[in-house]
């Protein structure tokens, strides 16, 4: 939208020949042409409206997932090759890219909510804090070790 309007404003307000224009802008002559042709407040046209696809039957097992796998450890975390061929399992028939698009947007946006990290602080006001010792040694009473 702002070439646009730069556009308008070198052919308008300056009278730049349409060749001129785009041999500053690097556009061809046709686009120029076209978006001068255009009203002034047009709305982009966008290519596509969102449609359903085969993944959409199974978004909620899918996220059900993700977001069970969010709480374990990396090394624990089914991976998407994993959950794709558990989809296939369950009768998923589309394609794996369309697959791992939606588990990069959803980590992404929602994936960050559920993953939340504690902060603790490294300075602390005299009696604001105390240190707790979780020690996992073992000991032996009465010959039997605990």
Do not use: C
Not at 87 to 98: E, F, H, I, M, P
């Amino acid at each position: 939208m702002a070439m646009k309007g730069k556009i308008r404003a070198m052919h308008l307000r300056e009278g730049k020949s349409i060749s001129e224009i785009a041999r500053r802008t690097s556009l061809s002559r046709n686009t120029i042409k076209k978006w001068l042709k255009e009203p002034a407040e047009a709305a982009p046209k966008y290519r596509r409206a969102a449609t359903s696809t085969k993944l959409a039957p199974f978004v909620a097992t899918l996220t059900q997932a993700l977001k069970a796998d969010a709480h374990r450890p990396r090394h624990e975390r089914r991976s998407a090759r994993a959950l794709f061929a558990e989809l296939q399992a369950s009768g998923y028939d589309g394609g794996y890219g369309r697959l791992t698009d939606f588990i990069r947007a959803w980590r992404q946006d929602e994936g960050k909510a559920v993953l939340t990290k504690a902060f603790v602080p490294l300075k602390f006001e005299l009696g604001e804090a105390f240190q707790f010792d979780w020690s996992e040694e073992g000991l032996v009473v009465g010959g039997i070790y605990y």
